[in-house]
T-cell receptor, first 113, second 112 residues
Framework: ETGVTQSPTHLIKTRGQQVTLRCSSQ?????VSWYQQALGQGPQFIFQ???????GRGNFPPRFSGLQFPNYSSELNVNALELDDSALYLC????????????FGPGTRLTVL | QQQVKQSPQSLIVQKGGISIINCAYE??????FPWYQQFPGKGPALLIA?????SEKKEGRFTISFNKSAKQFSLHIMDSQPGDSATYFC???????????FGTGTRLQVFP
């Protein structure tokens, strides 16, 4: 059984660019949630995907979007990057409806210059 | 109503001592309260979790105490070790949603 993996590990972008982050969920899990963790803060819920559909969204603008694929892996896309988007982006996978345990990946550190 | 407030922001404990971190929530619909441990450069890892139908849950050196009427819960780390030095986050969610609301974190340092 493999854990949650994310790529890339680190990324540097400039303001106004677009970025795509990727997440492979843990084997057997059907749900992926994305979180943004600013330096020194707790993770903030961005959105969740369940069976390829968005299943709830936090207080983030539409330029944050996502996808979930049939194998339950997921992408987070951020358009028109702003300096404040610099953060650690975490994905977590879970088996919605069976267990509340969420397993986090190591995160992608995004720096926007 | 969605906030989870955590204290203290940082904690220094001597090896063998007890570390106590507190959290309070407002939304009475929350019914799942996990604690996560995060080391630098890593994602959060689930330590222990509790549901509001019990007042205490213990797993090894880690204990959650839960006070439903006060809407508070706490993590106790007994016999704290230098390897416990990390940032700890409390969180809350509604079980049917899996959407975690995190506290602001407590940086724990355990000195030998």
């Amino acid at each position: 059984e493999t854990g949650v993996t994310q790529s890339p590990t680190h990324l540097i972008k400039t303001r106004g660019q677009q970025v795509t982050l990727r997440c492979s969920s843990q084997s057997g899990h059907n749900t992926v949630s994305w979180y943004q963790q600013a330096l020194g803060q707790g993770p903030q819920f961005i959105f969740q995907y369940y069976r390829e559909e968005e299943n709830g969204r936090g207080n983030f603008p539409p330029r944050f979007s996502g996808l979930q694929f049939p194998n339950y892996s997921s992408e987070l896309n951020v358009n028109a990057l702003e300096l404040d988007d610099s953060a650690l982006y975490l994905c977590a996978s879970s088996l919605l409806g069976f267990s509340n345990e969420q397993f986090f990946g190591p995160g992608t550190r995004l720096t926007v210059l | 109503q969605q906030q989870v407030k955590q204290s203290p922001q940082s904690l220094i404990v001597q090896k063998g001592g007890i570390s106590i971190i507190n959290c309070a929530y407002e939304n009475t619909a929350f019914d799942y309260f996990p604690w996560y441990q995060q080391f630098p450069g890593k994602g959060p890892a689930l330590l222990i979790a509790i549901r509001p139908d019990v007042s205490e849950k213990k797993e090894g050196r880690f204990t959650i105490s839960f006070n439903k009427s006060a809407k508070q819960f706490s993590l106790h780390i007994m016999d704290s070790q230098p390897g416990d030095s990390a940032t700890y986050f409390c969180a809350a969610s509604i079980m049917s949603t899996d959407k975690l609301i995190f506290g602001t974190g407590t940086r724990l340092q355990v000195f030998p």
